[in-house]
């Protein structure tokens, strides 16, 4: 019997990705050209519709793989207003805990963008009355946001008791695009506009400096790991491991950034057992995951789930083994099996779906 793994970071809109994603030819090289061609093309084109089938394929297929919680950064700037509901219902529905926000930007349409995405995360913390789901506030990342826009998310933070969830330094342009606003980096960028409330989540933290993983361990943050994103995106680093987060003066969670859902897959073959305290690779050297219990609110978020297999610890081996998971005291998966939808059927729905949106997306300007 062992708890449910937690996904600490991920893009749930995503889930429809391994169903025929379109990338240009030749494919772009570089993150920034990787986002702008593939990722801000696949969330402009998403609508109510095919973001229900993402998030019902990918929460379904976590479930299955024995994850328990996912920490979700949702964008989706043609349809904002709402969205938070769309991923939330789908994780109550089916049985998953989640943390959810919107990730404000600019990239798009500039502040009027950002204030939608932030009212968003304040129309859906406060509305919110799901068991299973929490909600924080979300910056998409330091280099697509203004002051203003990061000063306006540390103030929404503070007034609602939240945390402030964003990709920091995944490529090297967080790092320059700070530096060229008058700050040391992206970190010292969120601290100097108050922007920076205890229990925060930063994804990847590719170009961190070891100092900088020190500032914000001492102010209480999470700093996620994404060695597979690192890896596809190419976010400018020869290892897919951030090796400034060695240092231990930070928590530190892993993720899966997107598809597939599953952490395990993650964890290996980099690490040698998801049992293991600590990695023979060039990972940090806390555990490679979060725990099941941890405090990303005021109020602490159990999942008081059980992951049960017929093989468990370093000998499990097979992606979908047969087990039992347990969320909030309901029997979700069995024998490997979800028991709160119907897979089949979600994976029909997400074809069909998929195909919606290949074609928006390739007719986007």
Known sequence: ????LVNAHTHIYSGLAPLGLPVPDPPPRGLPAILRDVWWRLDRALDEAS?????????????????????DHHESPDFIDGSLDVVADTCEQLGMRAVVCYGATERNGGRDEARRGLAECRRFIESNRRPLVRGAVGLHASFTVSDDTVREAGALCREL?????????????????ARARG???PVERLLALEAFPPGSILAHGVHLSPSQVRQAGDHGAWLVQNPRSNRHNRSGT???????????????G????????????????TCTAIATPRCRCACPRERPWLPASFRISPTPISTRSRHSAAASGPRRRKERARHHLDVDRRRVVHDGRLLTADIDEIRREAREQADRLWKRMRSLP
């Open 1 to 4: 019997m062992s708890p449910g």
């Open 51 to 71: 973001l229900r089938a993402a998030a019902r394929l990918y929460v379904a297929e976590a479930l299955v793989a024995g994850t328990t919680v996912l920490v």
């Open 161 to 177: 008791g939240a945390v402030l969830h964003l990709h920091v330094a995944e490529d090297a342009i967080d790092v320059t695009d």
């Open 183 to 185: 700050y040391e980096g």
């Open 238 to 252: 020869r290892t897919r491991w951030p090796r400034a987060l060695r240092s231990r003066w930070a928590p530190t």
């Open 254 to 269: 892993l993720c899966r950034t997107w598809w597939p859902s599953s952490t395990r897959s993650t964890l290996r073959p």
